[in-house]
């Protein structure tokens, strides 16, 4: 199969054989760009680190200086490639899928892939996620562009990349999947499930391969909870939800705060804060997994649980605040795990002689990660995989939605990752009429069957038209008009001579969607657009009328 053929096949708005074999390379290629990045933070930590982000065993000036040291090298590489191309992280992600089909910039992947490894690397509290969605999407981006691809089909390719990412980080393809359609491109399609399903699997099974198929959760163990447990998990998740909330707004106030300092001294604060947080509490530092074992060792120390909780709270909300490059999913779920723990010590008390301290933990992280992302399904299924347990299913699924329910309807809480768009001013909502087109190639649309002139001559256009079929348009271009489209002017025929009319034509690429000319056209609701080769601008391939797009949105809209 040609390229052409290939292109004019991902046009479609439909599962095919050559888009789920384009989102397993796409996930292939985030695979890859993940693995290097994981294998970066390992054999860098593991120059000065006993145990991978154990922070404990450094020595207090250590811990002082490496997120210095961190803050200035993330600074000093953002300067020198722009601070321009500062925006990072799946706030973004999402943002460049709905407004620019998942287009991603060079220089800020290079940004996200440099800040987020040398932040993790010496003890920032953020995840890997961040980075991982980034890169993930990067990657389909470069596969979509490489290939001249229809957006269409490059929108769903980064939504790949996005899954292989998630999948690769935490080893939960079928949760990166659900966040994908719950969180990231909000929506349910068929054609655009099974592509991403399949390069969830791809990230899934490429680090597996390369770091085995523990899960950040596997250290603990899950007993089965007696229905008494049940009004207390409504509380909790209760809880849960209010302190989602708070997290949200608290780190809403920091983004705020600290929005009219320039991002120099932002990061230097943020690497200051950081070094006094793993001063005193060494556990804080990381992404997460040394406050799970600290939970998982030390279930009933109820005070240092609860310091390394407030110690990890505020190291989060100050680096992810002040803007250093890493997720938030990472540090929410082992605050989740944290509080999780915190909340059995009560719990005890219901089954007495039964240790539930692991299954507690769990059920805090799903709560507190629902609540925080606006994704219920999405932590159900995490937690899921991370367990593989059945027995954590009911707990979670009630836990879940006592804390989505609380943060939504109490409190009002929205995404964490929408308000961070609102704050910085990146749209990534689309209209119901843009967002069906945005699904369908130009090129499956276009009417090919035209005739193309080369002429401003009068009664050339004329004897042309005349000679054509009624049903064959007419293409005409000169240097000074440009293309246009010339038909008869009904309005002004008559028995004795035939008016010409003149519509002139914007050209799109072949690689557009049935959306871009709808942004060309809706204001006149009227005209047309040429279609053009994406590497030779002369030659047209075809025409699209404002006619076309007004059926498909009437009449075809429920196929999109």
Not at 548 to 557: A, K, P
Request: charged fraction near 15%; glycine fraction near 8%.
């Amino acid at each position: 199969m040609s390229l052409d053929t290939l292109r004019r096949r991902l046009a479609k708005p439909k599962t095919s054989v050559q888009l789920c074999l384009l989102g397993v390379a796409a996930g292939l290629l985030a695979a890859i760009l993940i693995i290097l990045f994981r294998l970066t933070i390992a054999s860098v930590q593991g120059l000065f680190l006993e145990t991978s982000e154990d922070f404990s065993t450094l020595a207090e000036h250590q811990r002082v200086i490496l997120p210095v040291i961190a803050a200035l090298l993330i600074a000093v590489f953002a300067d020198l490639t722009g601070f321009k191309h500062y925006r990072l992280g799946i706030p973004f992600v999402i943002h460049r899928i709905k407004h620019h089909y998942g287009q991603m910039p060079i220089w800020n992947t290079a940004n996200q892939f440099f800040g987020g490894a040398v932040a993790l690397i010496c003890g920032f509290s953020v995840g890997r996620e961040g980075p991982s969605v980034h890169m993930g999407a990067t990657g389909a981006s470069i596969l979509a562009e490489r290939l001249h691809l229809p957006l269409n089909s490059a929108r769903t390719l980064a939504g790949c990349g996005v899954a292989a990412g998630i999948a690769a980080s935490f080893n939960t393809p079928l949760a990166a999947v659900i966040f994908v359609m719950e969180v990231v491109l909000r929506e349910y399609k068929v054609h655009i499930f099974v592509p991403i399903m399949l390069a969830a699997v791809t990230g899934a099974l490429a680090t597996q391969f390369v770091f085995g198929n523990d899960s950040e959760l596997a250290l603990i163990s899950i007993s089965t909870l007696s229905f008494w447990h049940y009004p207390y998990l409504i509380l909790c998740g209760v809880i849960l939800g209010a302190i989602a909330f708070s997290f949200n707004q608290n780190l809403m106030l920091i983004i705020r705060a600290f929005n009219p300092v320039s991002m120099f001294p932002r990061l230097m604060l943020a690497g200051l804060i950081a070094g006094f947080i793993g001063y005193l509490v060494p556990e804080a530092m990381g992404s997460g997994m040394s406050a799970i074992r600290l939970a998982v060792e030390s279930p009933d120390n109820i005070q240092l649980l609860t310091t390394v909780l407030i110690a990890k709270l505020l190291a989060t909300l100050f680096a992810i605040g002040l803007g250093i490059p890493g997720g938030l999913i990472g540090p929410v779920i082992g605050l989740g795990v944290v509080m999780g723990t915190l909340m059995s010590f009560f719990a005890q008390y219901i089954s007495p002689g039964v240790d539930v301290s692991g299954t507690y933990g769990v059920l805090g992280m799903a709560g507190l990660l629902a609540a925080t992302l606006h994704a219920p399904l999405a932590a159900l299924t995490a937690v899921m995989e991370l367990t593989s347990n059945p027995k954590i299913i009911v707990p979670a699924m009630l836990v879940i939605s006592a804390a989505y329910i609380t943060a939504l309807q109490v409190f009002g809480n929205r995404s964490i990752f929408l308000q961070q768009l609102d704050f910085q001013g990146l749209p990534y909502q689309v209209s119901p009429a843009s967002e069906a087109l945005q699904k369908a190639g130009i090129m499956e649309e276009m009417d090919e069957n035209f005739k193309l002139l080369y002429s401003d001559d009068k009664e050339q256009i004329k004897d042309t038209l005349a000679a054509v079929n009624s049903q064959t348009p007419l293409i005409v271009y000169d240097e000074q008009n440009g293309y246009r489209l010339a038909e008869y002017d009904l309005s002004l025929m008559s028995d004795q001579s035939m008016s010409i009319s003149y519509i002139p034509l914007q050209g799109l690429s072949s690689q557009a969607t049935l959306s871009d000319a709808f942004d060309i056209l809706k204001d006149k609701r009227s005209g047309a657009v040429y279609v053009y080769n994406q590497k030779d601008k002369k030659q047209i391939m075809g025409l699209l009328r404002w006619d076309q797009i007004r059926h498909i949105l009437t009449i075809r809209n429920s196929l999109l």
